[in-house]
């Protein structure tokens, strides 16, 4: 049986490729979402998912009561922050998987009660959304969670990128907003990272993260390609 991430997936690729190939231009609309579904042989619910990580990208813009507007996808992608317009998920994750365990080790190594006591807020606002089954509600606590870490970090190299990791967050993140067993899977995950931050474990909060990004991966079909001489959770 393939997921629905997994089809979402695909339709984001398709939607995407569509749009280079300029099948749609900057200020048309696309297809009505019936119309659309039908002729990628999708669901309406994913079709809206898939449109979701489009706007997230800035490639399209949701007018309610009229459709989905095409961008200026040109525009789009040279706009600061929005590289990620052009890279697949698999370069999402890869990005995430290079950068965020190497950040969590680093906060783990600074960061104060306070620090702790904040990302433990995104956290319940995480278990809350996820005992309401509010799963668009789970998304924006999952993002909040890892721009607070991103918040935290004390390196100022790092706060170039931290621009383009936030952008590269939310595109995967939307990919899996529409279930409640993948937000469950996320909390439990980023609950062993802050318990790490917490004992002041640099290498377990770093371990923590590479597992929760690889599991992120999975969860979408995506086998991430890790060289055989990098940490391995």
Same mark, same amino acid.
């Given at each position: ?10 339709? @984001?690729? $398709? %939607? ?20 659309? +579904?039908?002729? %990628? ?5 994913? =079709? ?17 009561? $009229? ?7 040109? +525009? ?12 697949? =998920? ?8 290079t950068l ?5 080790? %680093? @906060? ?14 995104t956290l ?12 668009? +509600?789970?998304? !924006? ?7 607070? =870490?991103?918040? =935290? ?16 967050? !939310? ?16 909390? $439990? ?28 991966? %999975? ?15």
């Amino acid at each position: 049986m393939i997921s629905s991430s997994t089809v979402v997936t695909s339709v @984001v690729e $398709k %939607l995407r490729q569509a749009l280079a190939r300029g099948q749609w231009r900057s200020g048309d609309m696309l297809p009505g979402q019936r119309e659309l +579904a039908e002729q %990628l042989g999708i669901s309406r619910p994913s =079709l809206r998912e898939a449109v979701t990580v489009l706007e997230t990208l800035g490639l399209v813009r949701s007018l309610p009561g $009229k459709g989905v507007l095409v961008l200026d996808a040109e +525009a789009a992608v040279h706009e600061p922050g929005s590289d990620t317009a052009a890279a697949s =998920l698999a370069d999402v994750l890869e990005l995430r998987y290079t950068l965020e365990p190497f950040i969590v080790g %680093l @906060v783990a190594q600074s960061a104060n009660s306070q620090d702790i006591g904040q990302l433990r807020l995104t956290l319940m606002d995480m278990r809350e959304a996820l005992e309401a089954d509010d799963s668009e +509600a789970g998304a !924006k606590a999952y993002i909040a969670f890892h721009e607070a =870490l991103f918040a =935290l970090t004390t390196n100022p190299i790092f706060q170039s990128v931290v621009q383009q990791t936030g952008n590269a967050l !939310k595109q995967s993140a939307s990919m899996l907003r529409n279930s409640p067993e993948h937000l469950a899977a996320r909390l $439990k995950e980023n609950e062993a990272v802050v318990r790490a931050i917490r004992e002041r474990n640099s290498a377990q909060a770093s371990a923590q993260m590479r597992q929760h990004i690889l599991a992120e991966g %999975l969860r979408m079909g995506i086998e991430l390609n890790i060289p055989d001489d990098h940490p391995q959770p």
